[in-house]
């Protein structure tokens, strides 16, 4: 069971970016559950890598679509983008130190500022 579900109240009514949005879902889903299922964070870290690889995927679509929509809050948005990153980098190093107690609570985390940002930021320069 995953730690939230998409839903289309979530839409910034742009299929791409609320297709990368799932796909990022999915992913803090798998991590999720990978923390409930095991005591042993080393399994996580493919899907650490997967978060960070295709965060930094989404994040540059998503800031080169409000450069071609003129969105003035552009600054705002890569800023929390890059805090986002942080933070995933911060669970990289958690995941190798076998604190599975620190990850989980990073996970939550993460998939908390995601949703929030979805529903909070991005649907500001929804169209």
Not at 5 to 16: D, G, I, L, M, R
Not at 41 to 52: K, M, R, S, Y
Not at 58 to 68: K, P, V, Y
Not at 98 to 119: P, R, S
């Amino acid at each position: 069971m995953g730690l939230f579900t998409w839903y289309k109240a979530y839409s910034v009514n742009n299929e791409e970016l609320d297709d990368h949005h799932k796909i990022l879902c999915d992913i803090l889903n798998k991590l999720y559950d990978n923390c409930l299922l095991t005591d042993q964070p080393n399994c996580l870290a493919p899907i650490v890598d997967e978060l960070v690889s295709y965060s930094n995927y989404h994040f540059s679509s998503e800031e080169q679509h409000m450069r071609n929509i003129g969105y003035k809050d552009i600054d705002k948005q890569i800023i929390d983008h890059n805090d986002f990153k942080q933070r995933i980098l911060q669970l990289q190093q958690v995941v190798n130190k076998n604190d599975i107690e620190l990850t989980k609570e990073l996970v939550v985390f993460l998939g908390d500022w995601f949703l929030h940002h979805v529903i909070e930021e991005d649907k500001k320069f929804a169209l």
